[in-house]
């Protein structure tokens, strides 16, 4: 499975004034060092001799991930480098399942990088906390006293090990002002193990972070191509951990919310799952829950924590490339007008919607031209975990 | 604290700017479900569900008790 494949020979941007700018590649190239020769030569072309402080590579779980990353560690041995295996990975002008897609930070756009792996054999939190630590130690002062609109985290968190919730709840508790973006690897729909990578380091169950010191503005951006219906519930009975609802406004789930979808609880699928998430509304905002299996008991399980006593609305589809090109245009608006670079974490969900509407030229156009790296993930965070949504750091 | 109301004005009145209160309330409210901005009136009393906002709001450093 790919893509749908950009032009052929579609040019790279050019370098503007000797590579002060973020720069990305991207390789479709199967064997691991052809793959990293490529994105390193692309890079070369562009950066025209600097240094990048952060590098980010995205890649297919079939590549050699630790070669790969050590080729581009060995070329750029100032940079932060991180990565996770993916989805699909894309560029703002090609996308691919299978490939490898990467992005260069130089100095003028951040300062410094500092990454740590957080590992979570004495918890989550334990680790988090640990990591943070370790970040504020490099940094030269503790996360909590960082300037929020100065420093920006990226997190790049296992995709298989549900623990995106506590990640981020423990984000919280460590660096409550800051804001740390990014999303969960994947493994191009294998579900059976994702990596992720920080310099010579890796982990199959744990969370890579990376503080930026951002010498330019810079903004969020979330975006879900869902609108709310009338049908609201309350999460009356729900096993948070394993993420699965039991009842809706007190009745069985599945009843309750097949009958607002309008079908019956037998012919619940992918189809209707995909088409009805439900929300929860903050300022108007969605925030996605989507389903994707009935359980033996009855319950609905989601790909993300509900609480119980929260509510939550089902939801519509819309327009998910439109909606892509506001979010990223008034991200733009937020970092000047102008925007110089996007780090962008898509979920699965929505690619498969691309793929389904043979939307890929539309949804890379929706970045604008501008230098993108993104990936299609199997959980995207930002300040929270979410599903169905693309989570985005942009940058002037 | 009797009310979600009473959690709010402590922590609006604790939290200088819009931008950190936007920041906390969002987190609370991807942890507990409940929505300071706008607090749902079957929620403004309950007991439990003060004692779990306040604990969330504990843990991201701002302890109101």
Not at chain 1, 237 to 265: I, M, S
Not at chain 1, 286 to 305: A, D
Request: hydrophobic share 40%; charged share 20%.
């Amino acid at each position: 499975m790919r893509t749908q494949p950009s032009r052929p020979g579609t040019p790279l941007r050019p370098p503007t004034s000797g590579t002060g700018r973020p720069v990305s590649a991207h390789s479709r190239a199967k064997d691991s060092r052809t793959a990293a020769s490529e994105i390193i030569a692309q890079f070369d072309e562009q950066l025209a001799g600097a240094m990048p402080t952060a590098v980010f590579v995205f890649l297919s779980a079939a590549h050699d991930g630790p070669a790969l990353m050590s080729a581009v560690r060995t070329r750029y041995p100032k940079a932060q480098v991180v990565g996770c295996t993916t989805a699909g990975e894309f560029v703002e002008r090609d996308g691919s399942v299978g490939g490898v897609a990467a992005m260069a930070l130089p100095a003028t756009t951040a300062r410094a990088a500092y990454g740590v792996v957080a590992h979570f054999e004495h918890g989550v939190e334990a680790g988090i906390l640990d990591a943070a630590k370790k970040l504020g130690r490099m940094a030269g002062r503790d996360l909590k006293s960082l300037d929020p609109k100065r420093w920006v985290g990226v997190l790049l968190a296992d995709g298989m090990g549900m623990k995106e919730e506590e990640i981020n709840d423990a984000l919280g508790v460590a660096a409550p002002q800051l804001v740390f973006v990014g999303g969960s690897a994947g493994d191009d729909l294998a579900f059976k193990q994702t990596l992720i990578f920080h310099n010579d380091d890796s982990s199959t169950d744990g969370v890579v972070l990376l503080l930026l010191d951002m010498a330019v503005p810079f903004a969020f951006a979330k975006t879900c191509s869902f609108e709310p219906t009338a049908h609201r519930f309350t999460i009356t009975r729900a096993d948070q951990e394993n993420r699965t609802v039991y009842e809706l406004d007190g009745k069985p789930a599945t009843e309750v919310y097949a009958r607002a979808c309008g079908t019956t609880p037998d012919k619940l699928g992918s189809e209707v799952f995909m088409s009805h998430p439900v929300g929860m509304m903050l300022d108007g905002d969605p925030w996605i829950r989507s389903p994707y299996q009935v359980t033996e008991n009855g319950g609905l399980k989601f790909f993300c924590r509900i609480t119980e006593g929260s509510e939550v609305h089902l939801m519509n589809s819309t327009d998910l490339v439109g909606e892509t090109r506001q979010a990223m245009a008034r991200a733009e608006e937020e970092v000047g007008g102008h925007a110089a670079g996007a780090l962008a974490f898509n979920c699965i969900l929505r690619r498969l919607e691309l793929d389904a509407t043979k939307a890929h030229d539309g949804f890379l156009k929706a970045f604008g031209g501008i230098p993108t790296l993104g990936f299609h993930t199997y959980g995207e965070s930002y300040l929270g975990h979410v599903n169905q949504t693309c989570t985005a750091l942009v940058f002037a | 604290m009797q009310t979600l109301d009473d959690v709010q004005r402590a922590l609006r009145a604790r939290v200088g700017s819009d931008d950190a209160l936007k920041l906390v309330t969002t987190r609370v409210f991807l942890r507990t479900g409940v929505n300071l901005k706008q607090v749902r009136p079957d929620q403004n009393v309950d007991a439990a569900v003060i004692t779990k906002v306040v604990g969330a709001l504990a843990a991201f450093g701002h302890s109101l008790t």
